[in-house]
């Protein structure tokens, strides 16, 4: 399914077990209204799927939401999947873009998505990925996030009010917008390992626990909070802002 030009929600599902969202791309434009969302979810549980979808975000002038799951109570062995989703929000966004939204959710893997901010407002905070007050068994892997918009106020990841059970694995952290690759309130309740991070600004993480700190290298990140000990610093070469497959003929990725 293509949807043009919704006012709240492009798709929208609630209460729905087993649910299954693959293939449907949805358009945003300046009729989104405040906080609306390219497709939401809410208390979709038991193996939903929602994959193969693609979001674009184009002259937002409101805050926006690529791809909202909340409230997934699936479990470890039955999990949400959240795979191969595309955000993109490429030019004449004003205001706040969240690309993939992922709050109040167990048993949630977010898998191989695409989350490219490329245009938001110039003073708003911006989210290639945003998840919030999530639970146990919650994985991310294979996640490609960028934020080109120039921002000081972007950032690529931001992980807040964690449960223990986080896992953060062989995803691209990126910000060449100015502001944080990744930002983890409580790294105590966090595991991430073979992760690639870059910034062009001044900050690569920031935590808010217990006290809000800045880390400027990632062996600084590593000394503070033994995470990320196999990742790596690297400006990704991708073909373009707006599309995050590798630049096979760039050579910073051989």
Do not use: C
């Amino acid at each position: 399914n293509t949807i043009n030009a919704p006012f709240v929600n492009g798709i929208q599902a609630q209460f729905a077990k087993g649910l299954q969202l693959i293939g449907n791309t949805v358009h945003l434009n300046s009729t989104i209204a405040a906080n609306g969302n390219g497709i939401f979810t809410d208390f979709a549980d038991s193996a939903s799927i929602i994959r193969n979808n693609t979001v674009n975000l184009n002259g937002a002038t409101v805050a926006a939401n690529g791809i909202f799951i909340r409230n997934s109570r699936a479990s470890e062995s039955n999990p949400t999947i959240v795979r191969s989703n595309r955000v993109i929000a490429a030019s004449g966004n004003t205001s706040t873009i969240f690309g993939l939204y992922v709050a109040n959710s167990n048993g949630i893997h977010v898998l191989n998505n695409v989350s490219a901010i490329n245009s938001a407002g110039a003073t708003s905070i911006t989210y290639a990925l945003f998840a919030q007050n999530n639970g146990a068994n919650v994985r991310f892997f294979n996640n490609s996030l960028q934020v080109s918009a120039n921002s000081t106020n972007g950032y690529a990841a931001f992980f807040t009010n964690l449960a223990s059970g986080t896992t953060v694995n062989n995803n691209i952290f990126s910000n060449t917008g100015g502001g944080v690759a990744l930002f983890v309130n409580n790294p105590g309740l966090y595991v991430a390992d073979y992760n690639m991070l870059y910034t062009s600004g001044a900050n690569l993480t920031q935590v808010s626990l217990p006290t809000t700190t800045n880390y400027t290298s990632l062996k600084a990140w590593q000394n503070a909070w033994n995470w990320d000990a196999s990742s790596l610093v690297y400006r990704p070469s991708f073909v373009s802002n707006t599309d995050l497959r590798p630049n096979a003929s760039a050579p910073e990725s051989w």
